[in-house]
């Protein structure tokens, strides 16, 4: 309908003020919304992301005189169109309004680190496994990445183990994250990686991270590595013939995996009556100990 929406939120989470220019209740163009309704909102500029490039839509809220908006969900169906889902809280929101915007930080903190994190996964991979790697989807939440790539057999868990080391070692040296917009064709000579089914426009996003990582991307990053805290591969699987799957956690999604893993090891240790690093050893023994007595019986 003519309708566009300036994304604002690479640089900051709030917007002091933006125009309502359209809203949809039930899925079609209404000129108001009141207390209670569901409705979806787009505004002239909004520092909330709409989902897509594989990350997940900002949640938060909006505000303006007469009204009070719960954003539950942030889509982008089309470029240059966002649109905010959620509810009116109070009073009646209507289009020539003005809004006062506010996303949900933690959230969008814990996307950031998730999404900064598949990129230096990527490097990461390239480093240990060549550089034939090449992203074939992703999904990043507040709870998790995944990502998917082209590989021709099953990753060995101490080829796993390099890949995630080199990661949490690029997260330790907090290096700058540095984005860059030009043309399409700059970009590609640059060598940055792109996403082979990725529909870009004329002018792109760089991100760079360190010596090790730069790609095409429009999704929000952390400001340094650092603030990704640690990153640990939580699983790794093939999804279709040549493509595998990894996902991992970061932060305190991380920190809570660890904890998790380690109190399911000390009570296993604790029925073994022995150390934490003793358990393989004496699960063993017992092993061959049950298969003695069996034949023995």
């Known amino acids: 309908s003519g309708v566009a929406s300036v994304f604002c939120g690479y640089e900051t989470a709030t917007r002091d003020e933006a125009k309502i220019t359209a809203i949809f209740v039930d899925g079609k163009p209404a000129d108001k919304a009141s207390e209670g309704q569901k409705a979806e909102i787009v505004l002239d500029t909004t520092p909330f992301y709409g989902e897509s490039g594989g990350q997940t839509g900002d949640t938060g809220y909006l505000e303006g005189e007469a009204f009070s908006f719960t954003v539950e969900d942030t889509k982008k169906p089309v470029e240059n ?155 790794e699987s093939a999804i279709a013939a040549g493509v595998r799957r990894l996902e991992a956690v970061t932060g305190k999604e991380a920190v809570s995996h660890i904890q998790k893993s380690e109190e399911e090891l000390k009570r296993t240790a604790g029925l073994f009556k022995a150390g934490q690093l003793e358990v393989y050893d004496r699960a063993e023994k017992m092993q061959k100990s049950i298969k003695d007595l069996e034949k023995e019986i």
Not at 156 to 180: G, S
Not at 223 to 234: C, F, M, N, W
């Open 81 to 235: 169109f966002i649109v905010h889902k959620g509810v009116v809280r109070k009073g009646q929101i209507k289009i020539g309004d003005s809004a006062r915007l506010l996303v949900d930080l933690e959230r969008r903190k814990a996307i950031a680190a998730n999404h900064s994190g598949t990129h230096l996964l990527q490097a990461a991979l390239k480093a240990v496994l060549g550089n034939h790697i090449k992203q074939s989807g992703s999904l990043v939440n507040t709870e998790r990445l995944r990502f998917d790539f082209t590989h021709f057999s099953k990753i060995t868990d101490e080829e796993l183990l390099r890949v995630e080391t080199i990661a949490n070692d690029m997260i330790r040296k907090n290096l700058p994250v540095q984005t860059e917009v030009c043309s399409l064709e700059d970009a590609l000579k640059t060598g940055a990686t792109a996403v082979f089914d990725e529909k870009y426009g004329a002018t792109v996003r760089i991100v760079k991270m360190g010596e090790m990582s730069m790609e095409l991307c429009g999704g929000t990053h952390v400001e340094r590595t650092g603030d990704i805290g640690i990153l640990k591969i939580v699983h």
